[in-house]
């Protein structure tokens, strides 16, 4: 299998803002060409966009709008997990040498349908992912005995870590009685445990070993990749204070990576819920179960943000089809050293952990230089 | 490049009737396994969704529905060519060393939300298929002086043959005189020159060579990939009366499976309308430009299946993401021998043209046992 690397990307502000996906989605990929106006886009041979928005053929709308003629071009969805899904996509599509470069845009509007799971009868009457998110909080705090305080630490340093980062959506720091005291949407979950859906683009251009090397003399290369997909229905073979997927996902990305947990230097992980950060810690194993939130409290204190740097998909928002492009951004520009004020120490082996629909799919990435 | 087979497959019949899209994926992968009984699910690695169905995580569903708990499953959209796009895509992630058995269901209700084509303001306030097909059949009847007459042979010949395929829409045989007499639609297209929108599905399962050896003793290999994107809207790089993104297509899968178009002895080509079978037939090399009425002819007066042997998408229906997958089926029956009543002779070679949209993209596949 020949290597595969990242040569370029591109971003919009995840924003409140109403704008076309077309639009959107066409921001993003002229800040990635105008970012390394080196690249020549004939090369292009794969466009895939990543999203949940119902309009059809926007790879060759995108194309066109950008002036490629891929070979391959099509969408990617997965809800929450589109954006890594495609990221495997253009990796599969550029080791088995069917394409040297692959373009992915992610992008989602605010009013993204994949807010709502509509299949699930494990929900009953209950379609927006609050209320798994719920139940995982119920069941992880009284497995644990974890506070409703302790788990808003998660918030509180996801926030703090997106105003470090000039396209997040959150532009607030909070404190934990802030949390606590937001507003209550179940018993168990306030406002700011919640991600928020936003508008947003992210993209990413993929490339085969040597145009990685005609392109760029600081590559980042995919190293690991796990996935697995364990049901539809959240009840169905998750503990409810566990990620199943996430743990399977996580072992084969880091076998195929040759590397431990313990390697990891700095790590995106799903938190669409506050529960979500220290279940994945957990699932991941860079800790043992029920001690998620120690670590997550030790990092928060020694203002270390090893731990979704870009502030999180709390802190940065939630534009589904973008988020796990957005997440892989982050880590190259960590293991490229260039994250300015959310730059990690020593980071030389990063992580990415991206999920859907109460972790029932998950995939992790492993970027190394 | 580790070769890549085809080792089963499974459909429904190609109706009016209002099924919900989970059911029938889930009735075409029924038919799959039951057809198949010895094939070990737990093997398959991947599940991909070929659909334009607006609804998400179908994939991931159909897996739950189905009792595979898939490492990859995620759906693929590019309108009428979903179902190649899927295709290649599991050649992809085969080939790479990601997954070493992909199943693929392409789904679509009689409703689908992919027969309106909302962005392409080169047709001004026409955003139904019909328009481009209206103006191809013009531009094309003019350029080579093709009558009405000559070119409704082309439905005649596939509802035809559509009587020997017991899964197809069309039930009923019509002379050129019904067809030139149907209701007309515009100046240009008679409703008999029109596939139409159906409820369907079909899967497919593609392996690497040794599990293909494994399970089956009459593989057929996947030996040529082409596809290009030209643009998104028509009117942009067609020159109206051929198909530029086909004739570059079918180069390359050609070059890939060290073939000419003379070696191929049995094609499914993408007869949205009456006139694209003709375009196809020219842009893909079988015939000179504008000559394509000729073979259709003598392929009708001989009684010889070569061309569309399932009835094409005129006779069989046109399902938007079961169509390039149902197509695939027709190639591996035929060289397996196994098509009955559609069966051609000599079928040791097959090709597969699937296209969207005006022919802004396509994919050609070649077939061999």
Redesign the interface.
Known sequence: ?SKVGIIAYGTTPFTKEDHKI?SILHKSTNDLFQKNPNIDKKEIDA?LVST?N????L???L??MTGI???????????CN?GT?SI??A????????ADMVLISGAERYDS??QI???DNSRGEFKHPIFWASIFSKSYKQKFGISDEELAIVSVKNHKQAKENPNALSKKTYTIQDVVNSKKLTEDLRLLDCSRPCTGSASILLASEEVVRKNTDRPVWITG?????????FT?NNSLSSMESTKI?GQ?ALKMANHTISDIDVAEVHDAFSVCEPMALESLGFVNPGKGMSIINDLHETNNFKINPRGGLIGTGHPLGATGISQTIEIVQQLQKSAEKRQTDNAEVGLIHNM??AA??STVLVLEK
């Open positions: 299998m077309e466009v949940n119902n309009s059809k053929y790879s060759p709308i194309s066109e003629q891929p070979k391959i071009a099509h969408s990617i969805e997965s809800l589109s899904n495997v996509s990796f599969a599509y550029i080791s088995s040498g069917l349908p994949g799971l509509e299949w990749i796990g996935q697995k997909t364990t049901s539809a229905g169905k996902a084969s859907s629909a029932t799919s």
